[in-house]
């Protein structure tokens, strides 16, 4: 009865220590637990990053009047069947007196 009970005290003890320090025990569990976590953050923000990158690339596709807008104001350029004017303005009196 004696050696019975030391082969499950020993079996219990063994069993405990696979369970919590052995291959695919506790803290094996816990450790990737913490990795999936992070990978799952690490993977929210570049997926965000791609929705910004394939919003940007859909604007230079098809939103033609942005880079229109920009070569006009950037680079002076003018559309055919166009007139540029420049609005000067006059010095003000006071400038005048200084």
């Known amino acids: ?8 005290t020993l079996s219990l003890v063994g069993l405990q220590y696979r369970l919590w320090n052995g291959e695919n025990g506790y803290a094996e ?7 999936i976590a992070e990978q799952k953050a690490n993977n ?3 997926e965000q ?4 990158l394939r ?6 596709r098809d939103g033609l009047e942005s880079i229109e807008e ?6 002076g350029m003018v559309g055919p069947n166009e007139q540029f004017f420049r609005v000067i303005k ?9």
Not at 29 to 35: A, P
Not at 49 to 52: A, F, H, I, K, S
């Open 70 to 75: 920009r070569a006009r104001n950037e680079l």
């Open 1 to 8: 009865m004696r050696l019975l009970l030391i082969v499950l």
């Open 29 to 35: 569990v816990r450790r990737l637990e913490t990795q």
């Open 55 to 60: 919003q940007e690339i859909t604007d230079l």
């Open 90 to 98: 006059r010095p003000s009196a006071d400038t005048h007196r200084q």
């Open 49 to 52: 990053r791609n929705q910004m």
């Open 44 to 46: 929210l923000n570049l």
